[in-house]
């Protein structure tokens, strides 16, 4: 094998960092999300100052990252000696599994035809709970209509579920089927996308992701041997974090509702390729780092395997 094509992967690792240096406290989440929860959800502060330092960011920054974001409430920290243990919060392991269940799952779902509409009458939520309702449902991708309106064509079901228990609002609200009303013409629903979700600027998220890694397929198959186990954690680290950034705002909306050649389609195939093509060495770069340690460190879970549809293990 030419040695170019050896050191090809490589450098284009070394220039993405160079051109989009991740920020540590969100890629600390993302590691988090990623790669610590399949081994237990917690991890030495040794071990998460060596996972980060293939990216770049020295002790300093990851002693000032998982201190705020111990503050900020996702993380606990424990000392014992000289040694800190940090772990999700358990109030903060819900919202990782949501969070990443987006991530591993296709953007694009099958439809029945029919909308959910969620909303409250008038009074019925504290401006309190109406506020963070409306940011939970936004998060999942529902459309306000109005304060008290929400609506979306295929939610997740546990998820909404979930939403409405967790700000005890199931007595206070209604849920509804809306279909396409058949006997007296009017607008179609499928226009509703374009009113209220900025499919334009969720379409420029995935294809700068798509710019940014669409060459890695072709450098992986073309120098196999040259993805070591620390270049294939640091790929697919930073694969799951820019796709979670593009991620962030898309509704999952039907297929049937979306434009022709949805980017965000293309954009989650990347990913899944990629994620497969690197995993399994990554896994071994992990347990190296988690092990050095603590020789006792959880192997990966079986939830892990699930992930895309399905990991050979």
Not at 76 to 99: C, H, I, K, M, P
Not at 121 to 136: H, I, M, V
Not at 280 to 300: G, S, V, W
């Amino acid at each position: 094998m030419p040695r170019t094509q050896s050191l090809a992967l490589q450098e284009w690792t070394t220039r993405y960092l160079d051109e989009n240096p991740p920020r540590a406290k969100s890629l600390v989440m993302t590691l988090f999300g990623d790669a610590i929860r399949p081994h237990g959800g917690g991890l030495w502060l040794g071990s998460l100052i060596r996972l980060l330092a293939p990216f770049g960011i020295n002790d300093r920054l990851v002693r000032t990252s998982v201190f705020r974001l111990a503050e900020d409430g996702w993380l606990v920290g424990r000392r014992e000696g000289r040694r800190s243990l940090y772990t999700l919060r358990d109030t903060a392991v819900q919202r990782f599994t949501r969070a990443y269940k987006r991530v591993y799952s296709p953007t694009y779902l099958a439809w029945s035809g029919y909308w959910t509409l969620v909303f409250a009458a008038n009074g019925r939520l504290n401006p309190q709970t109406r506020s963070e309702l409306r940011k939970e449902l936004s998060w999942e991708g529902f459309a306000a209509l109005s304060p008290t309106v929400f609506i979306h064509p295929n939610p997740e079901r546990d998820t909404l579920q979930e939403i409405l228990d967790a700000y005890h609002v199931r007595q206070d609200v209604f849920i509804s089927a809306m279909a396409q009303g058949r006997e007296i013409e009017g607008r179609p629903l499928s226009e509703l996308v374009s009113e209220y979700w900025p499919l334009e600027d969720i379409s420029r998220n995935y294809q700068e992701f798509l710019s940014h890694f669409g060459p890695l397929p072709a450098l992986i198959r073309t120098a196999p041997s040259s993805v070591t186990p620390e270049l294939a954690f640091t790929i697919r680290s930073l694969v799951v974090h820019e796709f979670r950034r593009a991620l962030l705002h898309d509704p999952r909306l039907p297929i049937e509702l979306l434009p022709a050649d949805w980017a965000g389609k293309m954009a989650y195939e990347l990913c899944r390729d990629l994620y497969r093509a690197t995993y399994r060495r990554a896994e071994q770069y992990i347990m190296t780092a988690l092990r050095e340690e603590d020789p006792d460190a959880a192997p990966t879970a079986d939830f892990f395997f699930e992930r895309f549809g399905g990991l050979p293990r």
